[in-house]
C-alpha cells in the first residue's frame, strides 16, 4: 500500500527532483502549487522508491494526481486504485497530460475512462512574447501600459523581498475587500492559498516582483520554477481601477524571467468568463490540454 502523509516543507527537496524530470508542463507539478494549496484540498504525498504521487479533495470527492517519476508506473497505477478502494472512493486521476492519458491506458487497456474540461487547461507563453509584447495584436496592451506611465511618471518595479512581502501581503488584504463579492467561496480559497505562499514564500523558493505608484503597491506577481525553461505564474494580483496594473505587472515579470526561462504557466482560467477572456488575449503559445481518468 502507499503511504500518504500530509505534505511539509521537508518533502520539496525530494518531491522537486521527481516533479522536475515530468514530462508534464501543468501547474500541478510544481512543489509550490500542492504545498500552498494543501489546507483548502487536504494535499497529501506518497513517494515510492524514485516515484511520487499526490492526492487531495475537492467538492466532488478524492483526486490523484498521475504518478510521476522513475520506476514501475503499472505497479503506481494499482497502488492508487487500492488506495482509492480501501477508502471507498471511486479511482481519479486528475491533470493528466495527453502523453499520460497514453501511458494510462497502455498500462492498463480498457481499464479508465477519460475526459476533459477546458475550464482546467493552463495557458502556457512565449516569455519573450511577453516581454516585448510586439506586433498589432498586443497593441492595446501597450496602450494600456502606455496610460499607467503617463498617469504614474513615479511609478517602479521592485523585486519581492522579505522587507517588502508584508506590504504584498496588505495590499492583498485591501484587493480581497473589493473584490470577494464576485465570487466569495473560490476566492476566500485563494486567499488561503496566497497567505500559506507569502508565509513559506523564502522557504518555497518563490521569485515574483511588485509595482509601485505614488509610493503604494498596486501590482504583484509571484511563482516558481516548474521545470527547466517553464516557470508558472501562482499569483498576480492588481487594482482593477487602476488602468495598466495588470498588463504592465506581467510584462515587467516577463521581461525579468525571459533570460532563465522560455515559457510562462499561467495556469487555467477555472472557466471564469472574465478571466478566460483576459488570458486568451495574452494568445498562448499553448493552450495545455489535461485529462481526467476514473474507474469504480
Given at each position: 500500500m502507499l503511504e500518504f502523509h500530509p505534505i511539509t516543507l521537508a518533502d520539496k527537496p525530494r518531491a522537486e527532483k521527481i516533479l522536475y524530470a515530468t514530462e508534464n508542463m501543468g501547474c500541478e507539478y510544481c512543489f509550490g502549487t500542492l504545498y500552498i494549496w494543501r489546507n483548502v484540498y487536504k494535499t497529501k504525498l506518497a513517494f515510492h522508491g524514485d516515484m511520487l504521487v499526490a492526492k487531495y479533495v475537492t467538492q466532488h470527492g478524492t483526486?490523484?494526481?498521475?504518478?510521476?517519476?522513475?520506476?514501475d508506473f503499472a505497479q503506481m497505477l494499482r497502488l492508487?486504485?487500492?488506495?482509492a478502494r480501501a477508502e471507498g472512493n471511486r479511482v481519479v486521476i486528475g491533470g493528466c497530460s495527453a502523453a499520460e492519458k497514453e501511458k494510462i491506458e497502455a498500462a492498463m487497456p480498457g481499464v479508465f475512462k477519460f475526459s476533459a474540461d477546458d475550464s482546467s487547461f493552463d495557458y502556457i507563453y512565449s516569455a519573450e512574447k511577453l516581454a516585448t509584447l510586439s506586433g498589432k495584436k498586443y497593441h492595446g496592451k501597450r496602450n494600456h501600459i502606455s496610460a499607467f506611465i503617463r498617469n504614474n511618471p513615479d511609478w517602479a518595479f521592485e523585486e519581492i523581498t522579505p522587507e517588502n512581502l508584508g506590504k504584498c501581503a496588505s495590499m492583498n488584504e485591501r484587493w480581497l475587500?473589493?473584490?470577494e463579492y464576485k465570487d466569495e467561496s473560490a476566492i476566500?480559497?485563494?486567499?488561503?492559498?496566497?497567505?500559506?505562499?507569502?508565509?513559506?514564500?523564502?522557504?518555497?523558493?518563490?521569485?515574483?516582483?511588485?509595482i509601485k505608484a505614488g509610493g503604494e503597491?498596486?501590482?504583484?506577481?509571484?511563482?516558481?520554477?516548474?521545470?527547466?525553461?517553464?516557470?508558472?505564474?501562482?499569483?498576480?494580483?492588481?487594482?482593477?481601477?487602476v488602468q495598466g496594473a495588470y498588463p504592465i505587472i506581467n510584462r515587467e515579470m516577463a521581461v525579468r524571467l525571459k533570460g532563465d526561462y522560455e515559457l510562462i504557466n499561467r495556469e487555467e482560467d477555472t472557466g471564469a468568463p472574465g478571466l478566460r477572456k483576459a488570458k486568451q488575449s495574452y494568445y498562448p503559445e499553448i493552450w495545455l490540454e489535461k485529462f481526467t481518468a476514473e474507474c469504480d
Open positions: 483526486v490523484y494526481c498521475c504518478p510521476t517519476g522513475e520506476g492508487v486504485i487500492a488506495d475587500m473589493l473584490n476566500s480559497a485563494e486567499h488561503n492559498a496566497l497567505n500559506s505562499a507569502i508565509a513559506d514564500y523564502e522557504a518555497l523558493g518563490f521569485y515574483g516582483g511588485l503597491i498596486v501590482a504583484f506577481s509571484f511563482g516558481e520554477k516548474l521545470k527547466d525553461g517553464i516557470f508558472c505564474t501562482h499569483f498576480e494580483k492588481a487594482y482593477a481601477t
